[in-house]
């Protein structure tokens, strides 16, 4: 009866924390995820790791949060529990995205589309996403377009989910600032990047 208790803890903290009470909600998880461990009921684990570390970059500990996400990519990799790779990867861009922290690239590089092989497209999409906002960010902006135009590409429904209206915004971003770039006689782009995205 514990373990579910413990769970139904975890949970509820993962409400408060998507309702914006976050100190609560991540007080309750951490305590609910010490419970859980220590009755050994380590399922889906790494996966509440991943909101632990959303929250506590939603609390100001950003540097927090990249610790919790490393953790949790490990324990993922090393329990076989990779269903979670591609979230805990997005979580991990974002959280790298909103702070000054540099990233562990054999992560990042390594596992980013892990959902390609498996019916993960949609977490794949979102750490791609994640990590093309990255480089764009960081001036990157051939990088990340060639990143994920063949991600969206790959979609042959589905246009109008968040994931995929949000890619597709992204990578019409892309365009136009390569396009400039074009226009500007930056020789290393090529006037076929101009080229508007395929799709709905």
Known sequence: MAVWQAWGRCFKGVLLIKSGRVDTGLRLVRIALDELRKTG??????????????????????????????????????????????????????????????????????????????????????AAISRARMWRDQNRIKEARELLAPVYDRFTEGFGTADLEAAKALIGDLRGQMCARFTGNDRTISPLSCVPVTGN
């Open 41 to 126: 009921s380590v399922l889906r684990y790494a996966a509440l790791l991943g909101v632990l570390a959303e929250g506590s970059a939603e609390d100001g500990k950003v540097a927090e949060g990249l610790a919790v996400i490393d953790d949790a990519l490990d324990l993922s990799e090393s329990r076989a529990e990779r269903w979670c790779i591609a979230e805990l990867l997005r979580i991990k861009g974002e959280l790298t995205r909103s702070g000054t922290h540099l990233t562990r690239p054999r992560i990042i590089s390594g596992k980013l589309l892990t959902g390609r092989g498996a019916k993960e497209r949609s977490p794949g999409n979102c």
